[in-house]
């Protein structure tokens, strides 16, 4: 099965260059295109992606408000408040944002509202394939200048948000654990190391950890457990 993507983004060059290296590739097809968030939208309502390259700066609609709007609860109803219509049980699809540079403003807030991670425009065709097997894998695609991003905008919030921390009680201690750990940037692979376990029994717990706290991926455990307090900027 091929990965499905759809491409949005106001700049044509971007759109067929991208297009063209993805299609490329034997595992990746490139099944629809837009110029705008809203036009977005729509598009992937008839499509179904599994992951959307989103632009972050659009006119009409820009790539957050987009991305706020598919993914979130309420974007379940077509149309009048821009959603989509995925039914309830079927899987909402990845969103990578698109960007010219790694530091850009929207880095915490396109987070929070799910997208999986960033890709610079200047991508290698290796780097952007590499990172649409990522993100439809369910897996987070975050750099360090992201991260570190992401970090200082934590330390500006101040306090973590009390009411939201009791969830963290459904957590064995092993997954609070490893949601920390999560948290502070490392791979399945480091933190199997860490903890001395199999990196699939970190998979396992990463995966009741998001069933629990009733989160999408990767990216939303890293901001819940900031935003929460599990974690502490340079801690």
Partial sequence: ????????????????????????QPDIEVVGEAVNGEEGLRR????????????????VMDGLEATRR???AEGGGTSQGGGTSQGEGEPLP?????TTFDLDDYVYEA????????????????????????VAAGDALLSPSITKRLIAEFSRLGAPRQP???????????ETEVLALVARGLSNGEIAAELVVAEQTVKTHFGRIL???????????????YEVGLVTPGS
Avoid: C, H
Avoid at 164 to 174: F, I, P, S
């Fill in 1 to 24: 099965m091929s990965i499905k993507v759809v491409i949005v983004d106001d700049q044509g060059m971007v759109r067929t260059g991208f297009g063209v290296l993805l299609n490329a």
């Fill in 70 to 72: 598919l993914l979130s």
């Fill in 44 to 59: 992937i309502d008839e499509l179904r992606p599994d992951v959307v390259l989103m632009d972050v700066r659009m006119p």
């Fill in 111 to 134: 987070l929070r509202a799910g997208a999986s991670g960033f890709l610079l425009k200047d991508a290698s065709a290796t780097e952007l394939s590499d990172a649409v097997r990522v």
């Fill in 164 to 174: 939201a921390r009791k969830q963290l009680d459904a957590l064995t201690e092993r």
């Fill in 211 to 225: 069933m629990k706290l009733g989160l999408r991926d990767r990216p939303q455990a890293i901001v819940y457990a």
């Fill in 94 to 98: 990845k969103v990578l944002m698109l």
